[in-house]
């Protein structure tokens, strides 16, 4: 069983970074990953790293912006975040899957999920 418990998230004027973090018990080594949910929309990808950190992937719409890494001896998952946009406004959720190592995009094939983290960028 997996526990993930996400911070970091804020009130942050459009142009601006914040920076999330994830902490993980259980396992150090599997795959993880980064979604949001904005207000009347779906859970999207944001970003995903396997569980040796070898491999990264970004959503088209954050590529280039944010960077996702992780620290397997203290078991957290990291999200930078620059030049936040209105559109960025969501809860972000950490997710891990029980996946030997993979980078998954797909928010179904996540097993474990934080309770989610407010992100709020204002225009």
């Known amino acids: 069983q997996v526990h993930l418990v996400e911070s970091g998230g804020g009130l942050v004027q459009a142009g601006g970074s914040l920076r999330l973090s994830c902490a993980a018990s259980?396992?150090?080594?599997?795959?993880m990953g980064w979604l949001r949910q904005a207000p009347g929309k779906e859970r999207e990808f944001v970003a995903a790293?396997?569980?040796?950190?070898?491999?990264?992937y970004y959503a088209d719409s954050v590529e280039g912006r944010f960077t996702i890494s992780r620290d397997n001896a203290k078991n957290t998952v990291d999200l930078q975040m620059n030049s936040l946009k209105p559109e960025d406004t969501a809860v972000y959720y950490c997710a891990a899957t029980t996946a030997i190592d993979v980078v998954v995009v797909v928010a179904e094939e996540y097993d474990y999920w934080g309770q989610g983290t407010q992100v709020t960028v204002s225009s």
């Open positions: 790293i396997s569980g040796s950190g070898g491999a990264t």
């Open positions: 259980g396992r150090t080594n599997y795959a």
